[in-house]
């Protein structure tokens, strides 16, 4: 049974930072290409940031410079440290094991930025 459990979210104030984790079990963890995902209310969901098993990270346009999505293979787990936060970053982010299908996804943990 794949589990894929997000945490870290919160409320912050804008130019604040927060640090999302998410610890993934039954998946070959090592060998998955890992993905952050994001949904504000009313849009679709969006690519954030993707990490492989190894090589280059991948960052959309609008978190560029930002943020920064690691991945630690002994934990099984992967990060996304969001500084500099926005009230436009506000969304629901998702975790998901991606490149292969099945893509498996998180429940999704909520980050609200105030202004």
């Known amino acids: 049974q794949v589990q894929l459990v997000e945490s870290g979210g919160g409320v912050v104030q804008a130019g604040g930072s927060l640090r999302l984790s998410c610890a993934a079990s039954?998946?070959?963890?090592?060998?998955?290409?890992m993905g952050w995902y994001r949904q504000a209310p009313g849009k679709q969901r969006e690519l954030v940031a993707a990490?492989?098993?190894?090589?280059?990270?991948t960052y959309a346009r609008f978190v560029k410079g930002r943020f920064t999505i690691s991945r630690d293979n002994d934990k099984n787990t992967v990060y996304l440290q969001m500084n500099s936060l926005k009230p436009e970053d506000t969304a629901v982010y998702y975790c998901?094991?991606?490149?292969?299908?099945?893509?498996?996804w998180g429940q999704g943990t909520q980050v609200t930025v105030s202004s």
């Open positions: 990490i492989p098993s190894s090589g280059t990270t």
């Open positions: 039954g998946i070959i963890f090592s060998s998955r290409a």
């Open positions: 998901a094991a991606i490149g292969v299908v099945p893509y498996y």
